[in-house]
């Protein structure tokens, strides 16, 4: 009778909670019976495990009863990612390799019929679980996941290719080091950017893009198509700051559990494009077990949202909390999964359903039912949720043809990380991240910008959370032009964003 105990992880949203992998031998009617609360295709690991020890020229034990179990069992398991701790506590019980080493190491990583190993989802969480917790047991994973998980510093991470790698580097007396992962640089390459230059025109908008930069505010584009609101969407990303080390960590951890994370763009912010036929658990997440949606996959990054009107109601009215709170709780019957949610959400859409309604070059079709029932597929609470409202116009013929104008991106850019700098020093967060009590401290107001925002409070009958995003607005403005306090023109600018997202 012989029992190994084998370290590893079990995703639970984006924890990486621990699971003692327990492989018991003994005498008796062979049988290979793996327990734990496993689902389907951690089950099924006993096949390949079996095939990939003895196409490895390893010894499999037919001739023993084997049982697994995956502790605690009130965890639910999924994936292959137990297949790498079930072949080693496999051979640690048979003598095939220094089961003394074990303890100090935790693994993952499915296998192949022939014994290679293949990456697993959620490399980064379990690097990121190891240093939460200031564990000093190493990181044992396949090459790919392996180069995910090297990005937390402080962690020791080793990579392998081939099960038969781990075996001669844990074999009693062996003297082979395990292989160190190699760690990502740290600089990502330079690529093709978007300019600001390459639209014509839109002076307003492209100035309102800044503001939203500098404070990381929600946007709502409106103009007739073909006026430049998907083009300007795709340049926001090039105006905001690179991310920090900790932000690229967050972002890269939830791309990792969806098997998204692409080593190439470290430290890069993403943008989320999804289409408008979504569901509300494409958007916020969900299934079984519960996954990220597009609005975690868009943490520290944007979200964007073309044609707006057209996406399911539910879908957008369950954008509302998370844009509040910056986080998603999925509640199911069995379990609960959060993950973060803090992103940036850049909308755009027709004024009506023909797309003319107030161009001054074409006519528009629509009745204005028609127009009213296309706009009130947005709710009041939702559009109360969004801090800039922009207006697209179409631009004339004769400026089209013009050569480049405006700003370059790499300009507005560097305006905006001094803002963002700004912010961070007197508060630690972005003016978007700021709660109420912050708002008061930090968002100081002129006696006369006072005045003026409870006239215009009043006359637009603005609810409490208007008045918030107000100055949130205003305070992004002041923090571009090097103000310590919000005047009256900051917040005259900021009002005027404003006016088109008052809910009917």
């Avoid at 639910?76 to 297949?83: A, N, Q, V």
């Avoid at 002076?203 to 893009?209: D, E, N, V």
Wanted: net charge neutral.
């Amino acid at each position: 009778m012989s029992l190994a105990i084998v370290h590893s992880r079990a995703l639970d949203g984006l924890a990486a909670e621990p699971v003692r992998v327990e492989v018991h031998l003994a005498n008796g009617l062979p049988s290979f019976t793996l327990v734990g609360l496993a689902e389907t295709e951690v089950k099924e690991s006993r096949e390949r495990v079996r095939a990939a020890l003895q196409n490895s020229g390893l010894s499999f034990p037919h001739n023993k009863r084997i049982t697994v179990n995956l502790a605690p069992a009130e965890l639910p398991k999924e994936g292959g990612r137990f297949d790498l701790p079930i072949a080693l506590g496999l051979l640690a019980a048979s003598e095939q390799i220094d089961p003394q080493q074990l303890p100090q190491l935790e693994c993952a990583g499915e296998l192949s019929l022939g014994g290679e190993l293949r990456p697993v989802r959620g490399a980064l969480a379990m690097s990121l679980a190891l240093r939460r917790e200031a564990s000093s047991r190493r990181l044992l994973l396949p090459e790919a996941s392996a180069a995910e998980a090297a990005l937390v510093e402080g962690v020791a991470v080793h990579a392998a290719s081939h099960l038969l790698d781990l075996v001669a580097a844990l074999q009693l007396g062996s003297d082979s080091p395990l292989p160190r992962a190699q760690a990502l640089p740290t600089a990502a390459p330079a690529g093709e950017e978007l300019d600001l230059r390459d639209i014509k025109g839109q002076a307003g908008a492209k100035r309102a893009l800044e503001i939203a930069a500098a404070g990381g505010l929600s946007v709502l584009m409106v103009g007739p198509p073909g006026t430049g609101k998907s083009m300007l969407a795709q340049r926001l990303l090039g105006l905001l700051p690179p991310l920090s080390e900790d932000e690229a960590l967050e972002s890269a951890a939830v791309l990792s559990l969806a098997g998204q994370f692409q080593p190439g763009r470290w430290r890069q912010r993403v943008m989320r494009n999804p289409h408008h036929s979504a569901s509300a658990v494409a958007l916020v997440g969900g299934g079984s077990p519960p996954r990220p949606g597009e609005i975690s996959l868009a943490q520290h990054g944007l979200l964007f949202l073309d044609e707006l009107p057209e996406f399911n109601r539910a879908a957008l009215e369950a954008l509302r909390e998370p844009m509040e709170t910056g986080r998603i709780l999925i509640s199911r019957a069995a379990r609960q999964a959060e993950f973060p949610a803090r992103f940036q959400l850049v909308a755009a859409m027709n004024p009506c359903p023909c797309g003319n309604h107030g161009s001054a070059l074409r006519a528009c079709r629509c009745s204005p039912d028609q127009i009213a029932r296309y706009q009130s597929r947005l709710s009041g609470p939702f559009l109360d949720r969004l801090d800039l409202f922009i207006e697209v116009p179409v631009q004339p013929p004769e400026l089209l043809q013009g050569a480049a104008d405006g700003e370059a991106s790499a300009v507005v850019a560097e305006r905006v990380a001094r803002a963002r700098q700004l912010a961070l020093e007197r508060q630690g967060c972005s003016n978007a991240g700021l709660s109420a009590a912050q708002l008061d401290q930090h968002a100081g107001l002129e006696p006369a910008a006072q005045a003026f925002l409870i006239k215009a409070a009043q006359r637009l009958s603005w609810s409490a959370r208007s008045h918030h995003r107000v100055l949130r607005v205003a305070r992004s403005v002041a923090d571009l032009a090097g103000s310590p306090r919000i005047e009256v023109p900051h917040l005259s600018e900021a009002i005027q964003y404003r006016r088109g997202l008052a809910p009917a």
